[in-house]
């Protein structure tokens, strides 16, 4: 009972601890709330006022009702960011696979390409891409922006280290009973590695959503603007309409939140170990 | 088990989707592609064309086809409107213009449209520099071709401090638009309350600094500052060589012959130590620090900041009038801003800086005739249009003073707070101008460069005035002799 | 049988990566404005590299890079276990709390650099009133001194890395054997020999994983100067990718900043190739 009561104790104390510490986390996030309901000559009011002073719904209005066609651009964004996800979760998971499970000649070689290129400047790579992608007839086209997003060093390395966490052992015996790779792959590696998968799939999710660069190099049309290029529309000759811009990308926040409450649920101890029993 | 098979179908299932939505995805751009296709091919077209332009005109004219026309900026949509209707109407059966909004003015937005192979008739640009570079590079025609076709001298239209910085080799590769007159904003409430006479033309940076002192007051997060300026932001304006500029001239940073620096001016070191002494000394001009933390070197932020009381005086172009406008938020009660023109060290003559935003025609553009009525009438025939509605003064020089006070008129009628009266007759007075727009490429960007690391230093409490010059001299001249 | 589970991701992945990368590297040897078309580059040899070299900014730049990552990556992965771990388990409100720490990751970056600006002002600003209430006389002046603006960006820097981490180390964690838990507290051991006996040895490949990644994209920090510091006061936080970003981005320099981030790629490929060789030779 003294230990469980002490359990319970420690508990409550590093819950309390950890809520306090995430109030810093909350911070720019509040700030981010409150200048979306501010009117832009309050939001740069010192000291910061959490509170709006004079509380306005104009942003959000806005933002969704103004010529700008901030829906369009959601779907956009919705569009790139899911199908280049997909992609990546399903070309980088094979690709992991070979580099942890499978040996074969060259696989050290390519896999030591693989990880140093992740240190090429993603800046960089928007200048030769361009180049290429108008050779490609891909210009100002969403291919542009989900195609290399779906074949990424990041994610095969990323899915690399957590199949190879996963015990040899478990693959031989799959063997023996004469389970061919891409069985091993679908029922043992992929069902162990759920949570490296959600990890990956809030990653990517989040930084296809955010992205900048990569559209306003390779995009044009207005009708092909992802959220954050299309936030450009609420800026004119020499300013942005801050208000706008916290009001948008508080709603632009709202997938994201979907996607990390819904994949954060993995993180659930126990389906590693539970695969290890049967 | 069940989980894992259930996530197995669940994985399989996405793939499929992602599957067909991929294949979609690919005939979409297959469309698309094929019209990016028929852009990327317009560059071949447009060198071909060079040579049957005229043909090509010609048939345009026979056939009566109305010709497309793309204007490119990154003015809002809304602000374009009437532009691009008046020259629809105007050239209505002839040319039809499209307005294309860029993301923003920033340097490679521009590069990657004018690169891509799209067709572009009209071309803006914020930034002088990067005006020369694509100049140089060939992405510009030479406009003096279509001076002569009009019978105009590029001076006797745009004025002689345009002609100085725009001439590029003896060539114009742009006209600006708009012209930027930088003035000093006050708050007249803060002046009343204060008991204070408001500044008048003809006073001198000895006024400015003692009217800056006497209405600073306060403390803490609480202060009230004498004046706001941006001095040392690295892409900013950068007024602490204001006093400079306004002694040497254009070009103030150059030589006569461009092959060094002047940073060992006895003019520099008086304009740097004068602003450093009201920053650092005087404490009386909103400092570095709260100048980048609360965002000040935004326009519609300076403006707020002025009427909203943070400080009495701003030092801004023109256009920072547009910010008086109910969309950026309700403005108080009682708002009343004045205007007056920009300090001297003698009190004598104004002389006041300026800078342009300029277009231009990229040099695969089609047609360069119909082109050139496009930018004409954007710049100089229907400036009301372009520059007017951005509270923008336009690029060429007024031919009188109707002109001139109907020009004010669209620029300051209608900003709530704003002493319009006081405001016309400020902009009727006589000053001289001094370009800040840097067409030279030799050393700019080590120069530029040089300046935000020293002065950043200088600002922050440091480095000495004397040391920053020294540096900017030494890195400046470096920057050119690589350059040349 | 390995290459037909890569094939696809490497296709693409020659395609959509190392042919852009090969084309930098052509790049860095020449001069060219984007604006113009292809014919009009001009083949330089060596200019940009020997241009850099010589520049003082670079070498300033390279070396803050280098700071940064090294001081920042330990603190931030260090930290970042402690709160994954308590994360975990040890706490009510997991789904909440997760969120509330990766939050930093997906604000808005304009909000982001705003609210540490505004924390962050030397003479009133929230951070040092506390200060001088807890007596301190003369509190820091952060972003605006050279000797503080690094240690300000990696502050911020490992603020935002946090909840990114836990992440990687949540999933980490869940492939480790419940049943060598039960087993230690069965032999008595207390929390913190679990920690150090069972959680982190279980977690070494995603370790290796974080680490890497951590220092790879500490090497890429740019935006918090962007938007902060612009690299000063002087070049006292110019860090290489946002030189190179400038140089590419604002001053028409592909070439130069082509043979920057080249620079850069070439440093880090020794440092993993470093690194593979001798995690391979503990294993042989």
Redesign the interface.
Known sequence: MGYQKKRLI???V??VI??V??I??????V??LS?SFKPDNQI?N?P?EWIPKDFTWANYDRVWNSDVPFSRFFTNSLKVTLLSVTGEV???A??A???AK???KG??V????????????????L??????FKAFGIYNTHLALI??G?????G???LR??F???PDELCESAKIDGAG?FTI?SKIVVP??I??F??LI??QF?GSW?DYEAPLVYIRSKELATIPLGLNFFRDENSAS?GA??AA?VCS?LP??AV??AF??????????SG?KE | MKKRQKMLAVLLASTMLAATLVGCGGQEADSQGSSGAQESGS?QEAAASNESEETGAQEQASSGEVQQLNFYAWTSPENMVPLVEAFNEDYAGTYEMTYQKLADA???T???A??SGEPIDVMTQASA??LR??AD???YLGLKQFFDKEGWTYEEIMGSAMEETMNIEGDYYAIPYCNNINMVWFNKKMFDEAGMEYPQAGWTWDDFRETAIAMTHGE??DKVYGAMLDYAD??GDNYWDLIARQKLGAFTYYNDDFTATQFDAPEFKESLEYFYNLAMVDKCIV????Y????YHKDPTGMAGLYNGKYAMWIAPVYGCLYLNESYGEIPEGTDIGVVDMPTTDGGATVTTCYTSTASIPATCKDPDAAWEALKYACIERADLFAGPKAMHPGYAFQSDEDRDAFNHIIFDGKPGLDVDMAMEVMALDRTLVSKDNTVRQGQ?GIN?AI???M??VF?G??SVDEALANLKEQGDAAIA?DQ | ??????G??????L???????V??GV?SFTKW??????D?MQFVGFDNFA?IFRDS?FWESFWNTILYAVVMVPIAIGLSLI?AV????????K?L????????????M???S????????????PINSILMSLGIDNPP?W????STSLISIIIIGV?QR???NI??I??????????LYEAAEIDGANAVQKFFYITIP?LS??M??LT??SF?SS??M?TPVQV?T??????SSSV??YY??KA???????GG??AM?WV??L???VF??AR?IVS?KKES
């Open positions: 420690t508990k409550i590093l819950t950890m809520a510490i995430s810093i986390m909350l911070l720019p996030f700030w981010m200048a740069f010192f910061i399903l070309t980088s094979l690709a696979y070979a580099f499978i040996k074969f696989r050290e390519i896999f030591l390409i693989y990880l140093s290129t992740l240190a090429f400047p993603a800046q960089m790579m200048i030769p891409r361009y180049v290429l195609l290399p779906m074949f990424t060093a990041f095969t390395f990323m280290q957590f190879m966490s996963i790779h792959f162990l590695a949570p490296a959600s990890a809030i990653f989040v955010n801050y811009i916290m990308s926040l994201i939140f990390f409450l954060q649920k993995q993180f659930v101890a126990g389906i590693a170990t290890l | 560059e920033a340097t490679m521009i590069n990657t004018l690169g520099m990067d570079v694509r590079d060939g992405v803490g997060g690295g892409d400092p570095l620090e709260e980048t933390a609360l965002q960007v460069e935000k690391n020293n950043t230093l922050s440091e480095m690589a | 049988m390995g290459w037909a589970f890569i696809l991701n490497l296709a693409g992945y395609l959509f990566k190392l042919l852009p990368l084309l930098a790049l404005n984007i604006a113009a078309s292809l009009k241009r900014v709160l308590i994360l975990d388990t040890h706490v009510f409100g789904g709390l997760r969120l509330a720490f990766y939050l930093p990751n997906i604000s808005s304009v909000a982001v705003i609210v540490w600006m505004i924390l962050f002002i030397p003479s009133y600003g002046k972003l605006n001194a050279t603020w946090l909840g990114y992440i990687i949540l999933a980490g964690l869940q492939g480790v054997s419940k049943s279980s490949n995603t290796f994983f890497m990644i790879i090497f890429q740019f902060m612009k690299g000063g006061p002087g070049t290489l990718v190179i970003y590419a981005f604002q001053n028409n320099d592909i900043a082509s981030a850069l790629f440093l880090v490929f993993s190739a593979m391979r």
